[in-house]
């Protein structure tokens, strides 16, 4: 079933459309990948790709498929026992100048082959698993012995309150009920336990406009912003043991913005920073220490999401981790297991693409992880397939 | 005569037309500047006040009236041996948030009666003079002493290049032509010499954008300003005698900007900086000050206005200003005479409002001021008419 939305269906064509690579019986996963990715998606703009992925997973039998938004959910509906779900994000960060899309394929001295561009990183590697999943999910129908859940979501790359996934949670919690969930972010096709949580605040000075002829008589918002630029180049991060999984902290400036005019003195500067905290600490416990390394100026805090402790001693998260033969790591960067984790279902990360290249101008994925990813997660969705 | 532009003019009506309270037999100057300083005219959005006032002129018999893009010229042509030349740019820098318009009237505790809101000081008081004097030369006709030019411009508080006196003297050399030229830049009703000479630059750090989970991968370009910033706080701004002037200068960031995403570490900061420098430097000498304050730094010029010495001892200057009665100051404010001085006109600045107020939030210009200005000025163009 597909739930419609009040937005007319984009019209398809080569560019837009992945019902015939994924329709194709020889399905090329890492062409899906491509094709995934050289539909824009930055955040906010996911409509095209959400279109694309519910009319592919619409043209398969034996999955349920519902839109809210840009989201898109695709699940067996078998009445089985246990459920077991996939997710992962429809939307990237904003392209670069040139645009780094479309998406080629090269060799790389290091990686080998690899696809290089936006997306191809974070995380729609993933995405493109995700579908080529829901087709054998969807072909191995009733011999499956757990149903299976696949979301695809969007405003993953902005603040929390935008968020797809939470926006799913709030419309259909029934939806997102699940036994265990692998959210498939970028993770080297390693397990990935837990994640920082992640905080943005914005550090502003005000000061007076004049004419910048004579700045005597006002006073000068940005130049006040040094020490907020001095204290940010200075700090020190952390390192946080949390259930033997050491995260490591960050605290960055992120954006900055101050003055109204070539001969204005400018009467406000914005510095906006962003604090990856150990999930050992809270969202209080977070907001406590950004507003103590910026003691004395205005902090506002504008978003905020708690981490999530590894949990990789809970019973479905170690049979993954054994199934994968990894050993796992701690997630770094903040992933929706915090989410999940929320909702109180068991989640790790796992996914194609070395995290160290997301959101890079030049982010790139391993071929190799892409069918590394598919064949190791299909092998766990059908096993004990009847 | 009226050069017609190829843009319709505007539908005439209480707020954009000027006509009636110039044409108005009891005419109230300060009324006139409060319309004036209602046509909201930020640079580049001058149209609608340009349409005005060529109109208001054009319906004045005696003046030859030129449309060049959003300048106004209107010139008497009796043909007599000397010609002076007021000139006064139309737009404005940006309103603020809420506008700063309408124009209020009001009691100020230490200036008494004043106008209030965006262009009251800098410069919409000098253009509503200008056009009142317009008619009183209008209507001298024949009994005018010497020949007079009115010059109303537009894109004056931008970077030079776009600057509208600069584009009459390109497109039309001989509207500039003459012995003397009154700028009436905000002055307070005081003769102010010469001007500082104004200078943009851009100083950029660069980075390596990364995630902002993993910023050890990336480098951080807003940090990298710390210094950028802690040099522009403690600059010490230098005074330099030139003339007899003393002049003041200044070195401000008037902008900041850096960032990509809330969640990327920033490639790139650049802190825009204007130096205000005294006319006994030249643009090199400028440009070689403000490269060796940001040594280290990426400084890339953007716009270059050189300063004016005083020249007060000319003879028509000092007869100008003996007749104001006035003592004359140095002008710190970068402005046209220097234009003029280039183009071999000399030129004192002269008119009504306190550029302390200039470009602030509640920029005013005391009425008084208005009314005097115009009278001296009146008295000047006037002297000698048969």
Same mark, same amino acid.
């Given at each position: 079933m597909s739930v419609p939305t009040s937005a007319p269906p984009t019209a398809s064509g080569p560019a837009t459309d992945l019902s015939d690579v994924l329709g194709d019986p020889a399905l090329d996963v890492v062409e899906l990948v491509r094709r995934v990715c050289d539909i824009p998606s930055v955040s906010g703009d996911e409509r095209a790709l959400a279109d694309a992925v519910e009319a592919a997973l619409t043209a398969l039998a034996g999955v349920e498929v519902t839109r809210d938004g840009d989201a898109v959910v695709a699940r067996t509906t078998l009445g089985r026992s246990e459920r077991v779900l996939l997710a992962g994000h429809l939307d990237t960060v904003p392209l670069t100048d040139p645009p780094n899309l479309p998406v080629r394929r090269e060799q790389h001295p290091? =990686? $080998?082959d690899v696809l290089v561009g936006r997306g191809t990183c974070d995380m729609k590697g993933g995405v493109g698993v995700q579908l080529a999943l829901a087709r054998r999910v969807a072909a191995a129908g009733e011999d499956l012995a757990r149903d299976v859940t696949f979301v695809f979501y969007d405003h993953e790359e902005v603040e929390a309150a935008r968020n797809g996934l939470g926006r799913l949670a709030r419309n259909h919690p029934e939806l997102l009920a699940a036994d265990f969930a692998v959210l498939l972010e970028p993770s080297s096709a390693v397990v990935e336990g837990g994640c920082n949580g992640t905080l943005r605040a914005e550090v502003t000075t005000t000061g007076k406009a004049a004419h910048s002829a004579r700045p005597w008589r006002g006073h000068n918002a940005i130049h006040d912003a040094a020490p907020v630029l001095a204290r940010l180049a200075a700090y020190a991060p952390r390192e946080v043991d949390v259930e033997g999984l050491v995260f490591r902290e960050a605290l960055n400036a992120v954006l900055v913005s101050g003055g109204i005019a070539g001969n204005v003195i400018p009467d406000r500067c914005t510095v906006t920073v962003n604090y990856r905290f *150990?999930?050992?600490? @809270?969202a209080a416990g977070a907001e406590a220490h950004v507003r103590e390394v910026f003691d004395g100026f205005t902090v506002e805090v504008t978003d905020v999401a708690e981490g999530a402790r590894p949990g990789l001693h809970l019973p479905a998260a170690a049979d993954f981790v054994a199934r994968t033969g990894t050993t796992p790591l701690p997630k770094y960067g903040w992933t929706d297991v915090a989410r999940f984790s929320a909702l109180g279902v068991p989640a790790v990360n796992y996914g194609p $693409? =070395?995290?160290?290249? *997301?959101? *890079? =101008? @030049?982010e790139r994925c391993r071929t190799v992880e892409v069918e590394q990813c598919l064949e190791v997660l299909s092998g766990w969705l059908l096993d004990g397939a009847r």
């Open positions: 290091v =990686d $080998g *150990a999930p050992s600490l @809270d $693409g =070395d995290n160290a290249t *997301a959101h *890079a =101008d @030049d």
